[in-house]
């Protein structure tokens, strides 16, 4: 099946500092990706929706200024988490949608903010 | 990466029993998840099942997990059509990477 990929996949940062998370889809173009967190043992929570080409659409709740998203290419969107604090540890799944409704999820990246 | 599959779509009858199966590749998985995804929605944890269980029940649902075969499968009991909606296993392998299938579209015929 197609592969999505995400980088890195543990990163450790001090409080303050921003971190960028990639996803990128590595035999197929999506149009669609998605960045997922996940808090222990919960469900996955859609952050948001992000089209090529277009502003990503957030879901309520979730600050766009601090978890800034840039899907430049049918391949590649990133996260980056700004001045990142402790209460944002967590594990960011992406995923890649076609347009027959599949969806390819990366491995997910664990996030430990000090 | 893992390999986790599951076939594309199912059709039930309102009423009936659906069963979604799942394959998965990486014998020391740790934990093996089912998710429901609705329109427009995100992932809902449905339930999960550690590795060296066989079977779980959680009212209408029961997972049952056969290691050898590395096989998984959801069963919804009495379906409903707001069981309609895309399901996916997962898999948890690994430092906490969880590998997920393509997702299962399930339709419930009223």
């Known amino acids: 099946g197609a592969v999505v990929s995400q980088h890195p996949s543990r990163v450790i940062c001090k409080s303050g500092t921003s971190v960028k998370i990639e996803c990128r889809s590595l035999d197929f173009q999506a149009t669609t990706m998605f960045w997922y967190r996940q808090f222990p043992k919960q469900s996955l929570m859609l952050m948001a929706t992000s089209n090529e080409g277009s502003k990503a659409t957030y879901e309520q709740g979730v600050e766009k200024d601090k978890f800034l998203i840039n899907h430049a290419s049918l391949t590649l969107s990133t996260l980056t988490v700004t001045s990142a604090h402790p209460e944002d540890s967590s594990f960011y799944i992406c995923s890649a949608r076609l347009a027959s409704d599949e969806q390819f999820f990366g491995p997910g990246t664990r996030l430990t903010v000090l | 990466g893992e390999d986790v599959e599951q076939s594309l779509f199912l059709s039930v009858r309102e009423g009936d029993s659906s069963v979604i199966n799942c394959t998965y590749t990486d014998s020391s998985s740790t934990y093996l998840y089912w998710y429901k995804q609705e329109p427009g929605a995100g992932l809902q944890l449905l339930t999960y099942?550690?590795?060296?269980?066989d079977m779980k029940q959680d009212q209408r649902l029961t997972v049952l997990l056969n290691k050898k075969d590395k096989h998984l499968s959801l069963r919804i009991a009495d379906t409903q059509t707001g069981d309609s909606a895309i399901y996916f296993c997962?898999?948890?392998?690994?430092?906490?990477?969880?590998?997920f299938g393509t997702g299962t579209r399930l339709t419930v015929i009223p």
């Open positions: 997962a898999e948890m392998a690994g430092a906490n990477n969880l590998f």
């Open positions: 099942i550690f590795s060296n269980m």
